[in-house]
C-alpha cells in the first residue's frame, strides 16, 4: 500500500444527514513544524511591507469573499450544518472586517507622541510579533479565522491555522483565498493536525505567540503550553451570557431580542445569550412571549433558503445537549418547549425553553452549546445582577428595559463581562473590542485593542547628542 494511503485522513459526516462526506490527509507534525519554519522566513519581508501594499491584499480578500460568498457558505453547510442564510451572512461580515482593518490599521498603528517636557523626542512604536499560532473552532469557521487574521496580517504578521477537525474544508479555502488575493505564499499556512500536536507547535522557535477560541479545557492547555515557553496568548473561550430582563422592559420586546440572542448560530455560539434573568413580577408574560418567539426557529434543511434552525454540528453535540436538558428537568426545571430528539438521521434538535432554572441544574451552571433558552427568576434589580455575576463565566451580557439610563449604569458597572449591550443582542463588530473575563479568557479582538494585541509596544527616546551629564537611575 502505498504511503499516500495508509496517511490518516479526517472523515467528515454530513450533520443534517449522518452521511459520510468528504476525506482530508492530516498534516503530519513535521509538515506542520515546517510551514511555521516558512511563515517565519516570509514574514521577515512582509513586516517590511507598507501599510498600503498590505491594505492592497487585505481589500482584495474582502473582494473575493463577496465573489464567492455563495461557494463558502455551501461549505460550511456541508461540513458542520450551518444554514445558506447565516452561512452567506457570515461571509459578508469577514468581508466587512478586511475592509475595516484594511482602511483603519495604520491609525490605530501610527507612532503616538509621548511629551517629555522638552528632554528629547519620545514616542511608542508598534512592530509586529512575527508567526501567529491561531487555534480555531467550527462554529464559524471563516468568520473566527478572518477576525484574526485580518488585523493581524495588516500589523505585519504571519499565521499558521489549526482549525477544528470537522472543517478542514473552510480551512484551506481560507489559505488558498488569501493566496488569490495577493498574500505571499508561505505567510498563511492552514494545518489539519491533531490536537494533540498543538503543544509541539507553540514550542516552534517559529512561531511568536498564540489565540485560541474555544472550550475552556483547550484554552487552559494552550495557556499552560504558551506559558511554559513564555509566549503571550489571546483566549476567547466559552461564555454563559446572561441577560437581565428587568421589571420596566416591555415582554414582547425583550423576547425577541432574547430569542435572537439564544438563537445566533442555531444557538452553537460563545455569545449566544444562555441565561434569562427576569423579575418575578414579569416572569409569566415574558415565558409565553419567550416561547411564541422560540417558536419562530423551526428545524429545517440548512441547504434551503430561509431555514432558521439547521442541525447540531454533531450527533455527539446534540446528545450531550438533550443530557444536559434532562438532567436539568429532573432537578426541578419546568419544559416549556422543545426538549425532544426528532426520530431522524442526523445532528437535530429543536429550539427549546426551560422555565424554573435552578442553582446545581445543568442549565444554571453549565453553559449549554445549543438551541436552549434557560429562564431564571430574580427578585428584583439587584437579585438578578447577583445572578448574573455568579457564573464562571464573564464573556458577554445583556440588560433589557425600559429605561436607556438604568440598562447603561448596570451595563457600565455592575455586570461582570467583557461585553454589556442594553436592548440590543450581544455580537461582535470590528469597531469594538471583544473578548471577556474569568473563564471566558483574556485578551480582545477587534478595534484599536484588538490589532495591538500581537504587536511589540515599544517605547523609543531619541536626543539630538549624548548628554554628557551623568545617566538617569530609574
Not at 465573489?67 to 450551518?82: Q, S
Request: charged share 25%.
Amino acid at each position: 500500500m502505498a504511503d499516500e494511503e495508509r496517511a490518516p485522513v479526517a472523515q467528515l459526516i454530513n450533520p443534517a444527514t449522518g452521511g459520510k462526506g468528504k476525506c482530508y490527509p492530516l498534516t503530519s507534525l513535521d509538515e506542520a513544524l515546517k510551514a511555521t519554519e516558512r511563515a517565519h522566513a516570509v514574514q521577515r519581508d512582509w513586516r517590511k511591507a507598507s501599510f498600503a501594499d498590505r491594505s492592497a491584499v487585505v481589500g482584495k480578500v474582502a473582494g473575493l469573499l463577496r465573489k464567492r460568498a455563495d461557494d463558502y457558505a455551501a461549505l460550511m453547510t456541508e461540513e458542520m450544518g450551518k444554514t445558506l442564510t447565516d452561512g452567506r451572512a457570515e461571509i459578508e461580515k469577514c468581508a466587512a472586517h478586511c475592509d475595516w482593518f484594511a482602511g483603519h490599521a495604520e491609525g490605530y498603528l501610527a507612532d503616538q507622541p509621548i511629551d517629555l517636557d522638552g528632554a528629547g523626542e519620545a514616542f511608542v512604536a508598534f512592530n509586529p510579533f512575527g508567526v501567529v499560532l491561531a487555534v480555531m473552532p467550527w462554529n464559524f469557521p471563516f468568520w473566527q479565522v478572518i477576525r484574526f487574521a485580518a488585523p493581524a496580517l495588516m500589523a505585519g504578521n504571519g499565521a499558521v491555522l489549526k482549525h477544528a477537525s470537522n472543517v478542514p474544508g473552510c480551512a484551506l479555502a481560507i489559505e488558498q483565498l488569501l493566496r488569490d488575493a495577493g498574500l505571499p505564499e508561505g505567510l498563511f499556512g492552514s494545518v489539519l493536525l491533531p490536537s494533540g500536536d498543538i503543544a509541539k507547535l507553540i514550542e516552534s522557535p517559529h512561531i511568536a505567540a498564540v489565540t485560541l477560541t474555544g472550550s475552556v479545557g483547550a484554552g487552559k492547555s494552550v495557556a499552560a503550553a504558551a506559558g511554559g515557553v513564555l509566549k503571550k496568548c489571546v483566549l476567547e473561550l466559552g461564555g454563559s451570557d446572561a441577560y437581565l430582563i428587568l421589571d420596566d422592559a416591555d415582554p414582547a420586546a425583550a423576547a425577541k431580542v432574547a430569542a435572537t440572542a439564544r438563537m445566533v448560530n442555531g444557538g452553537q455560539s460563545c455569545i449566544a445569550g444562555k441565561r434569562f434573568i427576569v423579575v418575578e413580577s414579569l416572569k409569566q408574560k415574558f415565558e409565553a412571549a419567550l416561547v411564541e418567539a422560540m417558536r419562530g426557529y423551526a428545524m429545517g434543511d440548512p441547504s434551503e433558503e430561509g431555514t432558521k434552525l439547521g442541525p447540531m454540528q454533531s450527533v455527539a453535540a446534540r446528545d450531550e445537549v438533550h443530557e444536559q436538558v434532562e438532567a436539568s428537568i429532573a432537578k426541578g426545571a419546568r419544559l416549556l418547549l422543545g426538549g425532544e430528539v426528532p426520530d431522524k438521521a442526523g445532528a437535530w434538535y429543536p429550539a427549546t425553553v426551560l422555565t424554573d432554572v435552578a442553582p446545581g441544574q445543568p442549565a444554571h451552571d453549565e453553559e449549554i452549546f445549543g438551541p436552549v433558552a434557560a429562564i431564571i427568576t430574580a427578585k428584583d434589580e439587584a437579585d438578578a445582577i447577583r445572578i448574573a455575576n455568579d457564573s464562571d463565566f464573564g464573556l458577554g451580557s445583556g440588560v433589557l428595559t425600559g429605561d436607556p439610563d438604568r440598562g447603561r449604569r448596570i451595563a457600565r458597572d455592575e455586570l461582570d463581562a467583557g461585553m454589556s449591550f442594553v436592548n440590543e443582542n450581544v455580537r461582535s463588530d470590528p469597531r469594538m473590542p471583544f473578548g471577556g473575563v474569568k473563564h471566558s479568557g483574556y485578551g480582545r479582538e477587534c478595534a484599536d485593542y484588538g490589532i495591538r494585541e500581537f504587536v511589540n509596544i515599544k517605547t523609543v527616546l531619541v536626543k539630538s547628542q549624548a548628554s554628557t551629564a551623568g545617566a538617569k537611575v530609574e
